[in-house]
Nanobody
Framework: QVQLVESGGGLGQPGGSLRLSCAAS????????MGWYRQTSGTQRELVAE???????NYRDSVKGRFTISRDNAKNTVYLQMNSLKPEDTAVYYC?????????????WGQGTQVTVSS
């Protein structure tokens, strides 16, 4: 089992910044990937960004150049720095963990944290 605890989020202004953090604990093995998904009411959860324990990253096109994902393997923690926020970034953000980085879907999820972008 892997537990994911998220922090950060809240209210941000258009053009502003927010930072999300997610700490993983439990049975952590090499070859994994951690990331962030987001979901709005009535839509499917979508990948925002993902990073493997080797440092390879993947972003959805709409956040490239604005969001940066990073991780501290020693702390089993992943971060999402969100800059140049837009109202369409408003969603519940979920931390994710894949036991194997090549898996199609995450094996574990965080509880979700609300991000609202509004003036």
């Amino acid at each position: 089992q892997v537990q994911l605890v998220e922090s950060g989020g809240g209210l941000g202004q258009p053009g502003g910044s927010l930072r999300l953090s997610c700490a993983a604990s439990g049975k952590i093995y090499g070859g994994n990937a951690m990331g962030w998904y987001r979901q709005t009411s009535g839509t499917q959860r979508e990948l925002v960004a993902e990073v493997t324990d080797g440092g390879s990253t993947n972003y959805r096109d709409s956040v490239k150049g604005r969001f940066t994902i990073s991780r501290d393997n020693a702390k089993n923690t992943v971060y999402l720095q969100m800059n140049s926020l837009k109202p369409e970034d408003t969603a519940v953000y979920y931390c994710s963990y894949k036991i194997r980085r090549w898996s199609i879907s995450p094996n574990y999820w965080g509880q979700g944290t609300q991000v609202t972008v509004s003036s």
